[in-house]
Structures are given as C-alpha cells and as structure tokens.
C-alpha cells in the first residue's frame, strides 16, 4: 500500500512584521492568515547535522531599551550590530532588514513596563525564527543589567546562527559581555576572527587569538561535543523540573502532535525544556509551529487549532487559561504538575515500552558527571522505543526501477508482533512527524549512516546472537 503524500502545510504569517517579510512561525494553519508551501519546502534540516564548514553565525545585535516616541514607556530597539549594515550585501541587508523588525521582540518577549533597576538576575536564553522555506534560525541571547553605577536598565546580547549549540554559544556570550564591559570598538576584532573561523567537526576545537586592552592577548578555546546528535539540547532541564512519568506523558503528546504549553518564570528554563522535549523525537523533527518563547504580543497562538510546542511567561498564566484551548497539555515547570491535560497521556503508548523507558531513566547513577553523559542517558530509552516500534522500516520501502521509493504501510504495521504496538504505529503513521521521515527515505535505496541507523544495525545483531541462545534453552 503506497503511502500518500503529505499535503501542503501553511505558515502563521508573523504580525509584528512587514509585511512582506518571509521570516515565520510554521504551523499547519493559520485561521485565515496562512501562505501556502509546497510539500518540498517543510522538511526542515536538523540543527546539529554540521560536520565543519559553516561560519559560526550570520549576525551579533545588542537590543537595548529606549524612550518611545511619547516618552511614557521604553521599547526595545537595536543599538548595535555585527557585521554593520555597509558591509553586507543587498540581499543580506533584505534579510536584515527583516530581522531588525522580529529581534527586539525576541529579545524582550515579556511585555514589560520597565524600568531603571539596581539588580536583575542575568539570563541567558534562545528563540527559533523559520523562514517561508522551511529553514531555522537560532537567537543566542544574555539578557543583563550592563555595568554601571545607579539604577540601568537591561541589555540583550544576540547572536544570530543556523547552528544549533547552545553550550558553545553559551561561553561566545560569555566572551561578548566581557568585551562590551570595556568597549563596543572590542567586540569588533573578536567577532570579526569568530566569523572567519571555520565551525568545527564534532570533537574538534578552534582556537581564537583575541587582544583586550590592558590585559594583553588572551587564546580563547571554543570545542564542539563529540556527539553531535545533542550539543543544541540540556536534557538536565527537563529532569529539574518533572518525574520521569511527567516527561513520558510529554513524549506520548509530541509523538501524537498535539499542542502542548509550558510555563515558566524566567526565559532560560522555558527555552531549555522546549528544546529538550523536542530532542527526545530525535530521529523524527518536529514541523509544526514552535516558539521556545511566546512574545505577548503572540499569545493568541495558545488558540491556534493546530499543533504547536510553546513556552509561556508564567506572568501570562491567566490570559493562557481564558484562552479557548481544545486537547492541549498545560505544564507548569515551576511547581511540576500539568494544570490542563487530554486525560489520556498515560494510555498512548505501549505499556511494555512505557515501563522500559521508565525503568531505563531510574537506572541513572552518579557516574553520568558531563552533560553529554545525562543527555545520552536520558535519551537513549527514548530511541530505543522508535527502534522497537519504527525500526523496521526500511525493510518495507518497495523501490521502482526509477530508484524512487514506496512506503508499505500496511505491511509494516502488520509486521509487529506485539498488539499495542500496532496499535501505537498505527496512529504514528498518520502524523507529519513519521510522514517527513518516511519521504526522505524514500528518496534514496541506501539509508544515511547517521546515529539511529547505527543503533538500529546494533538492535538487529542483538537479536540475531539472543535467538541461537533462546532456542538452546529450550
């Protein structure tokens, strides 16, 4: 039985924007706002699939909060970018121009009346900008009280990259605000030598040669992990805010693509467990509309009829709950619970695997020290679940003599021996997320050598070396 197409997908139409801006939030349907796509432009490349090569960002702004033009309140406006708009050309300005209008928002998504302050608690956090073809940006982004005596007011470092690694990124922040603390003319030469650096390979480390008044030349290290399958993602997020069974409730809700809402007080928290949760999809990627951050002026997202994966300002809570929501799982990371649920979170996937992957994360033990080591653990339950349910389905791509692929569907759900399993894949089919997946293998008879078809190949000679022992038992 072939397997149809996905249909085409429609994109929100972001309206802080101009107009005819193509930067977006992506969702299925837009309530009178969408643009049509064809099927070609909404797979979306993985964020951590660079092998070397690309540079490490496109651009640098700080965001600082000015006097509107009535002098009542401050709004957020870009004082400062990297590289400045003469040296870019005309279609980066065009682009530029685009992001100039999304940033400042990103940057200051919480809708505040602000004002000069004494102390505020530095964060650092990411946002997630698509683009009409389907393609992502990452906002890096420390928000800090800038040095200085007196009441100030808050600073936003932004850098803006297709890669997603956000430890990296993270110490390159760190090296941005040490910069800024002693002049604007410094930050130049430092990102000017990020920018003509290679990205890294995984494992692999560049070393830049930076030179900071006063305090002579200093050699800065900047290395990517070597599983390079998680550096965009902190799986330790998730495990500070939920129980083990809260996380799989989550899993079973993405898995389904429904729409799912998290609360939390500060920006990091709710941009870190976002991304978490839509890693342990990994091999699959979720397409549907994701905002790691909801700006205010986008909480009508929250009524969308399509699924979505947001995070929400605590401090927004009540406009959320008088927001008319059908089937969406509300979680609260602040105080760990889900405030609203479908009912049905537990019952979605299959009991013998819900108990696997629960038995799995209880087996932690303090050996796992580096944050590759959690992230490894606390994922791997998750891709050994698709191995069991999906990991077959290579087996069942008919291939023409065009060496174009066709997906058997109803023979590859058949082939579970297990009832609940069927019972599982059998939905799963039906969602983008397994749909996206299934047309990229259909484009080529020799699968990509990448992580889940390694462990899948070391499933398969598990079994192969348990069934001679099996039968020599009985």
Same mark, same amino acid.
């Not at 936003?156 to 110490?171: A, D, P, Q, T």
């Not at 399509?306 to 995070?311: L, S």
């Not at 349910?389 to 058949?414: L, M, N």
């Given at each position: 039985?072939?397997? @149809? ?10 309206? !802080?924007?101009?107009?005819? *801006?193509? !930067?977006?939030?992506?969702?299925? %349907?837009?309530?009178? %706002? ?32 000015? +006097? $509107? ?42 809708? $505040? ?24 940006? =990452? ?6 009280? @800038? ?23 993270? #110490? ?36 830049? +040669? ?7 030349? %200093? ?8 599983? *390079? ?17 809260? =996380? ?37 990627? !979720? ?8 700006? %205010? ?19 927004? =809570? ?40 629960? *038995? ?5 033990? $303090? ?30 791509? #008919? ?7 066709? /997906?058997?569907?109803?023979? /590859? ?10 019972? /599982?894949?059998?939905?799963?089919? #039906? ?32 079994? +192969?070396? +348990? ?8």
């Amino acid at each position: 039985m072939d397997r @149809p197409r996905v249909g085409r997908v429609f994109k929100l139409f972001n309206p !802080w924007l101009p107009r005819r *801006s193509r !930067w977006t939030v992506p969702c299925e %349907e837009a309530r009178g %706002e969408g643009r049509k796509e064809t099927e070609e432009t909404v797979r979306e490349p993985s964020l951590s699939n660079y092998t070397g090569g690309p540079h490490f960002f496109e651009y640098l702004f700080v965001v600082s909060l000015k +006097k $509107n033009h009535s002098g009542d309140d401050y709004e957020p406006t870009i004082t400062y970018q990297f590289p400045k708009r003469e040296n870019l050309l005309r279609g980066q300005q065009e682009e530029e121009e685009r992001l100039h209008g999304a940033i400042p928002l990103f940057c200051f998504p919480d809708g $505040n009346e602000w004002a000069p302050l004494t102390e505020y608690p530095r964060e650092t956090f990411s946002f997630v900008l698509t683009n009409m073809d389907g393609t992502r940006k =990452i906002g890096y982004c420390r928000r800090l009280l @800038p040095a200085g005596p007196g009441p100030r007011l808050p600073r936003v470092y932004c850098i803006i990259s297709c890669i997603g690694c956000f430890g990296l990124f993270s #110490k390159i922040l760190d090296e941005v605000e040490k910069r800024h603390q002693i002049s604007m003319a410094v930050i130049y030469p430092f990102m000017q030598g990020l920018r003509e650096s290679a990205f890294p390979a995984p494992g692999k480390t560049v070393t830049l +040669k930076s030179f900071i008044p006063d305090s002579g030349t %200093e050699f800065i290290s900047l290395t990517r992990p070597l599983d *390079s399958r998680l550096e965009h993602v902190d799986l330790r997020s998730l495990l500070g805010c939920l129980t083990h069974e809260q =996380i799989l409730q989550i899993f079973a809700s993405t898995v389904l693509e429904r729409r799912i809402i998290f609360l939390a007080e500060d920006l990091s928290t709710l941009s870190q467990c976002i991304h978490a949760a839509a890693a342990l999809l990994y091999p699959f990627s !979720w397409a549907h509309t994701y905002i790691p951050v909801v700006p %205010e002026k986008l909480l009508a997202t929250v009524c969308s009829p399509t699924p979505f994966m947001v995070g929400v300002q605590k401090r927004f =809570i009540q406009e959320v709950l008088d927001s008319p929501m059908e089937e969406v799982l509300l979680v609260d990371l602040c105080e760990g619970i889900f405030l609203k649920s479908v009912g049905d979170e537990r019952d979605v996937l299959p009991p013998k695997l819900q108990n696997a992957i629960l *038995s799995s994360l209880a087996q932690r033990n $303090n050996d796992l020290q580096t944050l590759e080591q959690v992230n490894e653990h606390v994922s791997g339950p998750f891709v050994q679940f698709f191995i069991r349910t999906v990991g077959h389905y290579a087996s069942y791509i #008919k291939w023409g003599p065009d060496g174009q692929g066709s /997906f058997q569907e109803r023979s /590859f759900c058949k082939a579970l021996p297990s009832k609940t399993s069927r019972r /599982f894949v059998k939905k799963f089919v #039906k969602t983008q997320l397994f749909s996206l997946f299934i047309q990229e293998a259909e484009k080529s008879r020799t699968p990509h050598a990448g992580y889940f078809r390694q462990k899948i190949t070391e499933y398969e000679e598990h079994k +192969k070396q +348990k069934k001679p022992k099996e039968k020599t038992v009985k």
